[in-house]
């Protein structure tokens, strides 16, 4: 393939073209030349008269002539370029060599002609070096037109880095939100499984504020509860470093933060005391932290208490959002708290079913009257001497008072029989611990009192019933009950014997610890009674 042959630009039309030369024949003869083009021609006689033409009109071409008196052709264009550098220049000699053509164009020339003239030639230089400009101009034209392409590009660019790096920030910002959101729900969802299956106020309310002080990183909390008068708030669980010294704190409805937020049934929000001076005066010392959150604890419109949260363990401020997390398991905690309610109401009035049923059967037989109540007063007692827990106190206080509660099932001809009983007379009274088991079992509430009742006229030498068990087989607190169950039978007339003297029944239970009873357990109970004989007080 060859390459294509230069293509005859045809000139344009209108181009202005200014002829310098000192000879009015040779300006002359480049017009007439020219003239069958469409070009606007002037014609001047000196460099000097020019360079004036120049500075007031705008040419795209310039011819002159190399040897002029006064301005050179090439200082001409010198000028002619640092003015207009657009302008094509052609320079006109009458020596035609490579030297020549060199200088020329080094000196800012586009082109040259050499004389004398060929017409073919002049054509082509004018219309090239006319074209030439042309190309420059709109080469010029483009370049702007990219440059200012490649700044709005640059722009677009920042704005978009910008737009990223906000959009980037906004995503994090929302996903962070979002992880907290689920962690929240995650732990709401916790708090309702957990605390609706904790029915003892007590365990509820302490796992409530361990729950929220580990979430919340909260460092003291407490929850207030509405007395039966409807005006008293006091404080019923508490965590913290200021755990034991909040602890039944009372508060008036009205008064203070609990009492103003039981009232209102409004959260209040107090990010940092210091800036409100007024509210550090009202409430000042009430809070051990700058910052807390104190949240009603709402059932239908009733305020069953109060939430208060002092003090974030970094020493941060209580937020919106932790208020908005507390106030969405507030409504939780009020349902549990006021089923817990409602379940102790349903558990103390069965346990005083129960127990009215097991004190009219005692109280049908005047020798056994009163029996389970003493027995409880006693056993209780020698408990706590031990170190017994208060937790396995109160289980012990419900397993004395009900121990003989099987007795029910027996008839009373049997039970208040003055002779010697048959072998099925012996054995229906032999049951009556584990059938007190299955009713103790019946209430669903006193499973850690179920064994003790079973279990109290096991022998520690093995030789009782129902089952057998042997020394520390035995459950600890049916030992304790067991010497005090025997302590008071042994202290109170049978139709069958007078009763014992509080003296004459230690030293029975003194001998008779090695086969019947703990020893260990005998010991405290005869240590305590040593203190003098017992007086029962109704438990
Ligand atoms: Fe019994």
């Known amino acids: 393939m ?10 344009p039309s209108g181009a202005r073209i200014l002829i310098v030369d000192d000879e009015p024949n040779i300006c002359n003869l480049l017009r007439e030349l020219l003239a069958s083009e469409a070009y606007v021609i002037d014609i001047c006689l000196g460099g000097q008269e020019a360079l004036a033409k120049t500075r007031d ?30 302008t094509a220049t052609v320079l006109v000699t009458g020596y035609a060599t490579v030297e020549t053509a060199v200088k020329a164009l080094r000196y800012g020339a586009d082109d040259y002609l050499t004389k004398p003239f060929n017409i073919d030639e002049l054509r082509k230089v004018v219309s090239r070096g006319l074209e030439s400009k042309r190309l420059r101009l709109e080469n010029h034209s483009l370049v702007t037109k990219l440059q200012s392409a490649n700044d709005e590009l640059k722009r677009h660019k920042n704005e978009l880095k910008h737009e990223v790096v906000r959009t980037s920030e906004s995503l994090l910002s929302t996903n962070h939100r979002l992880e907290q959101r689920v962690q ?38 407490s929850i207030m509860l509405m007395q039966p008068d409807g005006r008293r708030l006091i404080v019923k669980a508490s965590y ?17 933060v609990a009492g103003w937020v039981a009232e209102y049934k409004e959260a209040l929000l107090v990010a940092d005391v210091g800036v409100s001076p007024a509210f550090a005066t009202e409430f000042s010392g009430q809070y051990p932290g700058k910052s807390f959150l104190c949240v009603p604890l709402v059932l239908q419109d009733r305020t069953l208490g109060v939430l208060n949260l002092t003090g974030k363990v970094d020493g941060g401020e209580f937020t919106e959002p932790d208020r908005d997390f507390v106030l969405a398991i507030t409504g939780q905690i009020a349902v549990a708290i006021e089923n817990a309610g409602l379940y102790d109401t349903i558990r103390r009035n069965s346990l005083h079913a129960v127990q009215a049923l097991a004190e009219s059967l005692e109280a049908r037989d ?3 009257s009163g029996h389970s109540a003493r027995v409880t007063d006693y056993a209780v007692r020698v408990a706590r001497t031990l170190g017994v827990s208060q937790p396995s106190v109160e289980t012990l206080r419900y397993a004395s008072r009900l121990h003989d509660i099987g007795k029910l099932g027996i008839n009373e001809a049997t039970l208040h029989k003055n002779g010697r009983l048959s072998e099925d007379e012996w054995m229906m009274i032999r049951e009556h611990p584990a059938k007190g088991e299955r009713i103790v079992e019946s209430l669903g509430f006193l499973d850690r009192a179920q064994p003790i009742v079973r279990h109290h006229h096991e022998r520690w030498d093995g030789t009782g019933y129902p089952d057998g068990l042997k020394g520390e087989e035995i459950p600890f607190l049916t030992r304790i009950l067991s010497v005090a169950d025997c302590y008071d039978a042994m202290t109170s007339q049978r139709p069958y014997r007078a009763a014992m003297s509080h003296r004459e029944a230690l030293a029975e239970l003194d001998g008779g610890r090695s086969e019947q009873f703990d020893p260990a357990v ?15 007080h109704p438990a």
């Open 2 to 11: 060859t390459d294509p042959q230069p293509r005859e630009i045809p000139p």
């Open 184 to 221: 929240q729900l995650h732990t709401i969802t916790k708090v309702t499984k957990a605390i609706t299956s904790i029915l003892d106020l007590g365990r509820l309310l302490d796992f409530c504020l361990r729950l929220l002080g580990r979430e919340m990183q909260v460092e003291n909390s």
């Open 57 to 86: 009109a705008v040419y795209d071409m310039v011819i002159s002539d190399l040897k002029m008196p006064g301005i050179s052709g090439i200082d001409l264009i010198k000028s002619v370029k640092a003015e207009s550098p657009d």
């Open 240 to 256: 913290g470093p200021r755990a034991k010294r909040v602890l039944n704190k009372e508060r008036t409805l009205g008064d203070g």
């Open 366 to 368: 005047p020798y056994t």
């Open 522 to 536: 005998v010991r405290q109970f005869v240590n305590v009674m040593g203190e003098g004989p017992f007086v029962h």
